[in-house]
């Protein structure tokens, strides 16, 4: 979903404009102010009750390999952020999940429904 779609879905559940509903969705989401990475920022831990809790966590330093040369590159520890679905948020995926329409084996089919060649 991209951000424009949330901002409709937002304004249409929340029974207001367009505009409004972008600038809740602004002041809560912003990376260079928005209230989550505020909070984040400050105390390193967001939790809203039934959705989830949001934490920063430092990554290691590690080996890794750069994709295009292939050669072996040093990656500097660095802060990440977390997120651990609530209680209520895992009750609704795990109920959309059981009235999939996926086959057995959690496979689908290609969207095209050709067949791949072998080799």
Do not use: C, H, Y
């Not at 912003?30 to 505020?38: M, P, R």
């Not at 977390?82 to 999940?97: P, V, Y």
Request: aromatic share 4%; no cysteine.
């Amino acid at each position: 979903m991209r951000k424009s779609e949330f901002i409709d879905k937002v304004a249409r559940k929340a029974e207001m404009s367009r505009e409004s509903a972008a600038r809740a969705v602004e002041a809560i989401f912003d990376t260079a102010g928005g209230a989550l990475s505020d909070a984040i920022r400050a105390s390193g831990v967001v939790s809203i009750p039934g959705f989830g809790k949001f934490r920063t966590k430092k990554r290691a330093a590690r080996r890794g390999r750069n994709p295009q040369t292939g050669e072996l590159i040093d990656i500097p520890e660095r802060m990440v952020i977390q997120f651990t679905a609530g209680k209520g948020l895992q009750e609704i995926l795990s109920e959309s999940d059981s009235k999939s329409d996926r086959p057995a084996g959690g496979k689908t089919k290609s969207k095209s429904g050709a067949k791949k060649r072998p080799g």
